[in-house]
């Protein structure tokens, strides 16, 4: 399932709290929320990002083990 929408990317950081994470290229290994419009749309851990940061995909535990996300201009 690919996902196309304007995701916001909260990275869990050190104290437990949700940070949004502008700079996706920094995000592999690291557990996150998607968000859009509506709220928390999906989570998991970041698998791989691409270079430039506009894509990334996420390791999920359920029917779909591994989506791509990609970033909207």
């Known amino acids: 399932m690919n996902t196309l ?3 916001a990317i909260a990275a869990l ?6 940070q949004p994470a502008a700079d996706w290229t920094l995000l592999q290994g690291r557990d996150v929320e998607v968000h859009d419009f509506e709220g928390t749309v999906d989570q998991g851990r970041v698998d791989s990002v ?5 894509i990334l ?3 999920q535990v359920g029917a779909y083990p591994r989506r791509i996300i990609q970033k909207t201009p």
């Open 13 to 18: 950081e050190d104290s437990k709290s949700w």
């Open 50 to 54: 691409t270079a430039d940061g506009t």
């Open 57 to 59: 995909w996420l390791l």
């Open 5 to 7: 929408v304007q995701p």
